[in-house]
């Protein structure tokens, strides 16, 4: 099997690999050993501030001359709902009175902030190379103004609509990310999780949809996964739970304990930001969804969640934590991070020279 070189002439890249944005669960360390290991580092920048955000560039660059992929959601804020808000608190209160939080307290603030003026403004100023989005796309003048900052625009497609959608509008590849991938879905035409596909259906119907490269995500954490997608027409692929057990990610200790214990129960779930996204199941998942209707919208649940998170992790519990994980969390593999990238890519050739061969 040939492998194509349109994604890794696009970004400047030796390996077809992307480091996939994890927010909460990574910073820069984890982005600049992907990036040293020659594959695309990203940073998940929606929950940093623009001061935070230039820090880490600033970080990236000292330890490695690669691009860097700075990652953003692109969704609406929401309007607040007293009424919705509280149901919320109501369905959470006999959690609050287990672990004795006084459940009229005020709710904490969520920072996932949507792709702004301000976010674009660090964007024209460290001109990072590649810049990706979650959940659609921003309005069309902060596109072209990261495009003419000298930045690739990609984004997440989760059906085939989506991916035409968003070549329609600019972007330079397409993020085919299917319904194993771990953390939050992309949907954003819809919010019909009934639309939702998986990574080997949606990725050839994608491939053939738009001109643009493609890049496969959700279940690729092994060589296999690698040949898989490029086999269906990816031209390269962006990998994120596998890269959870290494030295660099930043999970909590309940989260690592699940990986390491090869942990397979995963769920869709809205409980824990308002949004649908995979991880491993927990007690309020369990009790309260995984989806339920009871849910703020996004990112308003996480809110009135933090005082239960914090309590637990505090016993070593991540009954109330966001603990984002593929369908495949199984296959991951406790290594650093540059050597899982090298490792990953000898596999995957190794893999295609043994099929060449048959």
Same mark, same amino acid.
């Not at 020659?38 to 880490?56: C, E």
């Not at 092994?222 to 898989?228: L, Q, S």
């Given at each position: 099997m040939s492998v194509k070189r349109r994604l890794t002439d696009l970004f400047h890249i030796e390996l077809p690999i992307l480091l996939a944005p994890m927010a909460g669960a990574m910073d820069?360390?984890?982005a600049i050993e992907v990036a040293k290991a020659?594959?695309?580092?990203?940073?998940?920048?929606?929950?940093?501030?623009? $001061?935070?955000?230039? #820090? =880490?560039v600033a970080a990236f660059r000292a330890a490695v001359d690669a691009p860097i992929n700075l990652?953003?959601?692109?969704h609406t804020p929401p309007v607040p709902n007293n009424a919705r808000e509280h149901a919320w608190r109501e369905a959470l209160k006999p959690y609050y009175a287990a672990y004795g939080i006084d459940p009229n307290a005020p709710v904490p603030t969520s920072n996932r902030a949507p792709f702004d003026d301000a976010f674009c403004a660090v964007v024209e100023e460290v001109k990072p190379g590649v810049v990706s989005f979650h959940f659609g796309l921003p309005e069309p003048s902060l596109?072209?103004?990261g495009k003419a900052a000298g930045c690739t625009v990609i984004?997440?497609?989760?059906?085939?609509?989506?991916a035409r959608w968003l070549e329609e509008r600019g972007c $330079?590849?397409?993020? #085919? =990310?299917?319904?194993?991938?771990g953390g939050h879905r992309g949907i954003f035409l819809t919010d019909d999780l009934a639309t939702q596909v998986g990574t080997f259906a949606l990725v050839p119907q994608v491939a053939d949809a738009v001109k643009v490269p493609v890049i496969a995500a959700g279940g690729i954490t092994?060589?296999?996964?690698?040949?898989?997608a490029l086999a269906l027409g990816a031209d390269g692929v962006q990998i994120g739970t596998a890269y959870l057990p290494s030295p660099e990610s930043k999970i909590l200790p309940p989260h690592r304990a699940l990986l390491k214990a090869k942990t397979e129960e995963t769920a869709v779930t809205n409980v824990m930001t308002g949004r649908p996204a995979r991880g491993f199941i927990n007690r309020v998942m369990r009790e309260l969804g995984p989806i339920s209707d009871l849910s703020p919208a996004f990112p308003l649940a996480g809110g009135a969640l933090a005082p239960l998170h914090a309590k637990a992790q505090a016993q070593g519990s991540g009954d109330f934590s966001s603990m984002w994980a593929g369908q495949a969390a199984a296959l991951a593999r406790e290594m650093p991070a540059a050597d899982l990238t090298r490792t990953l890519w000898s596999e995957a050739q190794a893999l295609m020279a043994r099929m060449a061969a048959r």
């Open positions: 820069v360390a984890l020659g594959g695309l580092g990203s940073l998940p920048a929606a929950m940093l501030s623009a $001061d935070q955000l230039r #820090a =880490q990652n953003f959601f692109a596109v072209e103004r984004a997440s497609a989760t059906t085939v609509a989506e $330079d590849a397409i993020i #085919a =990310q299917g319904y194993e991938a092994d060589a296999r996964g690698i040949v898989a």
